[in-house]
């Protein structure tokens, strides 16, 4: 897009549609800047509080992340390989909690071992239980139908799907702080204080390289004051996400 400023959404395809602005992980954010890109310093606005299980609710199965070894292989929910972002995060996040919280009675030897066999059975074996695209739709789609069992999920999409479908989801902590689950939106976005090896997304803005007229420079400011702004604040806190 920054180099032909071609895009296409759906069905629309738009042309000259070079962004003023850009917001995203860090790792994008760079790759941009190191094509010169971007204008200016990039500035972190917004942090994840990682992932939480989500499953059906209900599912008494499932009520920590050891439960996760009980899964059958092709029974576990996530996003299709081909969405690298969510998918890395996810299958990297159950390698990572179990190697860093492994389970008791575990010799250490084992840990690393145990991990990779965890991640394996859930992601390799017979496959993740997923739709493909469009993005993050396949892991409340799969565990609503019975076609999955849980699947990991990032916290504040978890807030998002429980509003909207009250009475079917419920969702574990992955936490240091506390544990358990809740099928309560509310409380979910209030956060966690994450198990070491549960991935964090941090996202940051930056001004692009592309020519902007007057108006156009007027409204990007605008829209950076809004993402500085108290207002935005209080949408992150409301929908389970933070500041840096």
């Known amino acids: 897009q920054m180099e032909n400023g071609q895009v296409k959404v759906g069905n629309v395809f738009f042309r000259n549609a070079e962004p003023h602005i850009v917001a995203a992980p860090g790792k994008i954010i760079k790759k941009l800047e190191g094509g010169n890109y971007t204008i200016g310093d990039h ?7 990682g992932n939480v299980i989500l499953k059906r609710k209900g599912d008494d199965r499932i009520k920590s992340f050891d439960d996760l070894y009980n899964i059958e292989p092709g029974r576990f929910a996530s996003s299709h390989p081909a969405e690298g972002g969510s998918y890395n995060n996810y299958k990297g996040s159950v390698y990572n909690i179990a190697l860093n919280n492994p389970r008791p009675g575990v010799h250490e030897d084992e840990i690393a071992i145990e991990a990779a066999k965890l991640q394996a059975r859930l992601f390799d074996e017979k496959g993740v239980s997923t739709l493909g695209a469009p993005m993050h739709r396949s892991v409340p789609h799969m565990i609503a139908t019975g076609e999955a069992d849980a699947g990991l999920y990032f916290l504040h999409l978890a807030v998002w799907i429980m509003k909207n479908n009250p009475g079917v989801f419920e ?74």
Request: no cysteine; net charge negative; charged share 30%.
């Open 43 to 49: 500035v972190p606005f917004i942090k994840t509080y």
């Open 171 to 244: 969702a574990v902590f992955l936490a240091k702080d506390r544990d358990g689950s809740t099928d309560d939106p509310e409380i979910l976005a209030k956060g966690q204080d994450p198990l070491e090896g549960n991935k964090v997304g941090k996202f940051s803005y930056a001004r692009t390289s592309t020519s902007v007229n007057d108006a156009q420079r007027a409204a990007r400011e605008n829209l950076i004051n809004a993402f500085d702004s108290d207002d935005f604040t209080e949408i992150l806190v409301e929908v389970g996400l933070r500041r840096p």
